[in-house]
């Protein structure tokens, strides 16, 4: 591992230091662990254990947010005041989401620089080891953001599959046992999400694994595309490309988990920078998931998404909005 990567690791493990100090001043067994989980990174960074791998960095903070959620958890009745320790779901919630405004501030700013980002790519991959530790500092289960998929066939979701009932019946009217959404990039055919009728089972599956660097390579041009032409009058264009990159991203899906939350983080970020909006779910949602834009867009093809993004998903063309009025969802995941 490199020196930048470990001295990440460890700023963010001092910051988790700061968020639990209570907890870490007054007891002896989190304070030993995380002393020694302190002193190994740092072990690390010096060079003394030259084979270890951001896998084995990773192990270490799982063990020390497994020791913590131990201790957290048995204070739940014992501190209910704002004053001090605090373990309710409103105090992790508040450190998701001031890291996650943090996150969003920091790649609005920096998001144009080559030497931080150089492609479309990259950026998503900070992103996710981001919002892994963030899982982090908040105790939750934070190995599983930002780990790539790579079997063949992935079975979708069971929320994105339980709300796709409308689909499945609809194909099957038509008669329709296999459905591929496709994408089409200089003359060829990519296959992407797609379903199909096994029995009475039907089933929707992610695209298959093999294709995603493929994919990662035409969504960096069209970022390079994009960055291209933000500047210049021709708004169209640039309105243009956004769900189209959003769409594609969605559809290659290239977590485990957290392709989503992931995603959204940086488009909500292209959206503030680029046209002073963000996501937009309105309240006649209903809790229906398929309005949602990341499960919409693994449903549909590009065309259709297209010609609903701007207008369905985000609130860039909302006149005269009433920002006092509980009326609209923002989509943070």
Same mark, same amino acid.
């Given at each position: 591992?490199?020196?930048d990567s470990v001295?990440?690791?460890?700023?963010?493990?001092?910051?988790?230091?700061?968020?639990y100090?209570d907890?870490?001043? /007054?007891?002896?067994?989190?304070?030993n662990?995380?002393?020694?989980?302190? @002193?190994?990174?740092?072990?690390?960074?010096?060079?003394?254990?030259?084979?270890?791998?951001?896998?084995?960095i990773i192990?270490l903070?799982? @063990?020390?947010?497994?020791?913590?959620?131990?201790?957290?958890?048995?204070?739940? &009745?014992r501190?209910?005041?704002?004053?001090g320790?605090?373990? &309710?779901?409103?105090?992790?919630?508040?450190?998701y989401?001031?890291?996650?405004?943090?996150?969003?501030?920091?790649?609005?700013?920096?998001?144009?620089?080559?030497?931080?980002?150089?492609?479309?790519?990259?950026i998503?991959?900070?992103?996710?080891k981001? !919002?892994q530790?963030?899982?982090?500092?908040k105790?939750g289960?934070?190995?599983? $953001?930002?780990?790539? !998929?790579t079997r063949?066939?992935d079975?979708? &979701?069971?929320?994105?599959?339980?709300?796709? *009932?409308h689909?499945f019946k *609809?194909? /099957?009217?038509?008669?329709?046992?296999?459905?591929?959404i496709?994408? &089409?990039?200089k003359?060829?055919k990519?296959?992407?999400?797609?379903?199909?009728?096994?029995g009475?089972?039907? *089933?929707?599956?992610?695209?298959n694994? !093999?294709h995603?660097?493929?994919?990662?390579?035409?969504?960096?041009e069209?970022y390079?595309?994009?960055?291209?032409?933000?500047? !210049?009058?021709?708004?169209?264009s640039?309105?243009?490309i956004?769900? *189209?990159?959003?769409?594609l991203?969605?559809?290659?899906?290239?977590?485990?988990?957290? /392709?989503a939350?992931?995603g959204?983080?940086?488009? /909500?970020?292209?959206?503030?920078k680029?046209?002073?909006c963000?996501?937009?779910?309105?309240?006649?949602?209903?809790?229906?998931?398929?309005?949602?834009?990341?499960?919409?867009a693994?449903? $549909?093809e590009?065309?259709?998404f297209?010609?609903?993004?701007?207008?369905?998903?985000?609130?860039?063309?909302l006149?005269?909005y009433?920002k006092?009025?509980?009326?609209?969802?923002?989509y943070y995941?």
């Amino acid at each position: 591992m490199n020196r930048d990567s470990v001295n990440e690791y460890i700023s963010w493990l001092k910051e988790f230091g700061e968020i639990y100090k209570d907890y870490i001043d /007054s007891n002896e067994k989190l304070r030993n662990i995380f002393g020694e989980t302190l @002193e190994k990174f740092h072990k690390i960074l010096r060079g003394n254990n030259k084979n270890s791998t951001e896998k084995d960095i990773i192990k270490l903070l799982k @063990e020390l947010v497994k020791e913590f959620s131990v201790v957290y958890d048995a204070n739940e &009745t014992r501190f209910k005041s704002k004053k001090g320790l605090r373990n &309710t779901n409103a105090f992790k919630q508040d450190i998701y989401e001031r890291k996650i405004a943090e996150l969003k501030e920091g790649l609005i700013a920096n998001i144009n620089d080559p030497k931080l980002f150089l492609n479309f790519e990259k950026i998503v991959m900070s992103i996710a080891k981001k !919002r892994q530790m963030i899982e982090f500092l908040k105790l939750g289960n934070f190995e599983i $953001y930002g780990k790539r !998929r790579t079997r063949k066939v992935d079975l979708i &979701t069971p929320l994105i599959h339980s709300h796709a *009932e409308h689909l499945f019946k *609809e194909l /099957s009217n038509k008669g329709i046992d296999e459905k591929f959404i496709t994408y &089409t990039n200089k003359g060829k055919k990519i296959p992407l999400t797609f379903y199909l009728q096994m029995g009475s089972a039907p *089933e929707w599956h992610h695209t298959n694994a !093999r294709h995603h660097q493929e994919l990662f390579e035409i969504m960096n041009e069209l970022y390079s595309e994009f960055l291209s032409i933000v500047n !210049r009058s021709n708004n169209a264009s640039k309105r243009d490309i956004l769900p *189209e990159l959003y769409w594609l991203y969605m559809q290659t899906c290239p977590f485990e988990r957290g /392709s989503a939350a992931i995603g959204e983080i940086l488009f /909500s970020v292209l959206l503030r920078k680029y046209f002073g909006c963000d996501f937009f779910i309105s309240n006649g949602w209903n809790g229906d998931p398929l309005k949602i834009p990341d499960i919409h867009a693994l449903h $549909y093809e590009l065309d259709h998404f297209k010609s609903i993004f701007w207008n369905q998903f985000t609130d860039c063309g909302l006149k005269n909005y009433n920002k006092s009025k509980e009326n609209k969802f923002f989509y943070y995941l």
